[in-house]
Each structure stands twice: as C-alpha cells, then as structure tokens.
C-alpha cells in the first residue's frame, strides 16, 4: 500500500478533523493536534504513515502517547519548589520523545516505527511528531480498534492476552520511569494515573514495545487513512452545501442515533488530572423533537439513554457533533444551548467478543445492564 503523506495546513486540518469524529469524544483536543503537525510541517519535515505490512517482520514498534485527563491543580509554585521542580524539562512531545528512547533504552532495541495506542485529535498528531522526530514510520493502524480509550487495559493486546510491559513514564519535570513488569495492565494503568497526580500534570509513555510480525495481529489497520477520509468527507459536504453529518456517517458505515439542544451538562472533578468525567443531556429537535437523550463520558462517550432507557453504548464507538456544520469535538468541549447530533459506529471485532465487551462494555463502567450491538439496540428501539 503507497504511503500516505500530509502536505498541507488543509491536509492537516481535514486529518485532525476526522481524527476527533472517530476519537468518540476523546482522544485530545482538535487545536494541540493540529499544532503538532503544522509544527513539524513547518520545520521541514514530512508527515506520513505507512503500512505495517511494508516493514520488515523483525522490526521492533512501540506506542507512546501522553496520559492524563482534563486539567486539574497544577500546585502551587512554592510546593513544586520542595519537590525541586523549578523548570520544566520537557513539553508535551519531548517527554514523549524521551519516553521511548527511555524504553528501548531500558530494553537493549532499537524503535523502528510507532504505533498509534488509540484514534484521536491530538493523540495521534502526538506519536506522528514523536515518530518524525526520531526519524521513524508511523503505522496507519491503532490498538484501540479505530477509537480513543480512557484506560490503558481497554487496548486490543489486552483483549489477546499481550502484556503492556516494559513501560516507561517521562514527566515535564525530567523524571524516567521504568515499570519492567507489572501484576496487570490495569495495575500499570494505575501506576500512571498516581504519576500523573503526584508530578501534578500529564506524562509522556511509551509502552508495547513488539516486533511487527507480532503488532500486525494486535491492531486495527488503516484507521489513519480512514480518519483522513472523514475529515476530507466533512469539509468537502460543506463546501457543496451538503450534509456533513450524513457524509460522515457514510464513510465510517455509522448511525445517527439523536439531534437535540444540551440542556443541561454534569462535570465530576473528583479524578480531573487523570479522567474527565461528565454527562450532557439533550431535548430532542427535528425528528427526535419530544424525546430525551443522555450520553455519559469518561474522557470518551460510553453509554447513552433514550427516553430514559439504556441505549447505545462501549465497545461501540459514540459522537457527537455541532449539527450546523458536523465539526466533532471533545466531550467536555460542548456546552448549554449547543445543537448537536450523536452518531454511533460500530465496534471493532476484538471488542465483541466475551472479554472485548467485559472490557469495554457498559458494566466495566458501573451500569447494571448488558452490552447490546448497536444494530440490534437500533433494532429493538424502531430505528
């Protein structure tokens, strides 16, 4: 397969776009991912994806992606000053930069392209500039099955049974974690998260360091073309006067499950630095005029209400988007008066199997009810 190669702001701009439509209300924001690219555009360099299947078998891959939630307290310079924590060193790209020369460091390899763990607006265009940086391919796939996640147990080698270590952290501050094992990838999960809260900010981590024979089964392939397809979809609709939302919908085979106002929107602040967590609830408009819609979000969307009953939710992927002109954003990036519509898509195969739902699925998040496929959820509800 050719490669395929960002050449212009548009190019980046219809990229992100369609990265955030996919990143099902995660996956960072649309404005840091974009930056990121044109940065690395600007300084000359080349913005591309490749194949897995164009690199030789025994080259070694690893992710690296920054973790954390929404902003949460920073500290006060004073407590920082105890810690020595008086000048960053690093940025969001160069803690990532540094979190995988720290893994194959710690590993005795050398990283020969990167790995995308999830889909998203900043979240990808954060290993691209890691992986134009060190001088490597990125792959044109992800480990979250063409979606963001919230958690690092709820990736693809999880639901296979592929351990996440060695893993290593980089904060801002300079600080080089190695986690060589771990009891489990939620455990690891963890580990990050207390990180995160104790350097009060996010990290930069690099983990899953395989060969490319191997991550070849352990991913969904193509997402990134497919997301450029999106955004290109989007844009081009508007420009024709044609609906963005419905040309969307046909390039990722979704649904439109609700168009509504918010009229209302809950944020939880109690694991901001590692989570956000929040849930908006629309009124119905158009021809979902009378009804009630709930969509509930931790970083990503995961379960929606309809008329009060359990509809829609993980591993099959949620978005919402402004319903003037389709332009996706962040879950917490919506607010009262917005008029949106949601759409939903169907979950990669890993994520319907017994193990994929009991990861993803709406009881790993706290709700007393089943997974339901979407088509048949569709079914059950008359759509």
């Known amino acids: 397969m050719k490669n395929t190669r960002l050449q212009s702001r548009q190019d980046c701009e219809d990229f992100v776009r369609g990265l955030c439509f996919m990143g099902a209300g995660g996956g960072g924001r649309p404005k840091l991912g974009l930056k990121l690219l044109l940065d690395q555009l600007e300084s000359g360099r080349e913005i591309e994806w490749v194949d897995v299947d164009s690199l030789d078998g025994e080259t070694w891959t690893a992710s690296v992606a920054g973790m954390g939630g929404r902003a949460g307290p920073a500290g006060t310079k ?31 390899v050398t990283v020969g392209a990167i790995v995308p763990i999830e889909i998203g607006a900043s979240n990808v265009p954060a290993p691209a500039a890691a992986a134009s940086e060190l001088g490597v391919p990125l792959v044109d796939g992800d480990y979250a099955g063409g979606r963001a996640i919230p958690e690092v ?151 929606t209400w309809l008329d009060a009953k359990p509809f829609v939710t993980s591993p099959d992927a949620l978005i919402m988007v402004r319903l003037t002109d389709g332009e996706p954003a962040t879950s917490y990036d919506f607010s009262l008066g917005d008029e949106v519509a949601v759409v939903g898509r169907k979950a990669h195969e890993a994520y319907l199997t017994e193990r994929g739902i009991h990861l993803l699925g709406p009881r790993h998040f706290g709700f007393d009810f089943d997974y339901v496929p979407l088509g048949e959820r569709l079914k059950q509800f008359g759509f």
Not at 263 to 286: K, M, N, W
Request: charged letters at 25%; a positive charge; one cysteine or more.
């Open 78 to 108: 004073e407590e920082l000053a105890t810690l020595g924590c008086t000048a960053e060193k690093h940025d969001a790209l160069g803690r990532m930069v540094s979190a995988v020369r720290a893994l194959q460091d710690s590993a005795g």
């Open 153 to 303: 147990p709820q990736v693809i080698p999880e639901v296979k049974g592929v351990p996440v270590c060695p893993m290593s952290f980089v904060t801002r501050w300079g600080d080089v974690i190695i986690l060589r094992d771990t009891v489990s990838t939620a455990m690891a999960d963890r580990i990050g998260r207390q990180i995160i809260v104790a350097v009060r900010g996010g990290v930069g981590v690099s983990c899953y360091l395989l060969q490319a024979k191997r991550a070849k089964g352990l991913m969904a392939q193509g997402t990134l073309t497919t997301a450029l397809r999106v955004g290109r979809a989007i844009r081009q609709a508007r420009e024709k006067g044609s609906d963005p939302i419905a040309a969307a919908i046909g390039e990722t085979k979704g649904s439109l499950l609700f168009v509504g106002k918010v009229a209302r929107s809950e944020i939880a602040d109690e694991e901001s630095l590692a989570f956000g967590l929040g849930s908006h609830e629309l009124t119905g408009l158009s021809d979902f005029a009378g009804r009630s819609f709930k969509i509930w979000y931790k970083n990503e969307y995961h379960v």
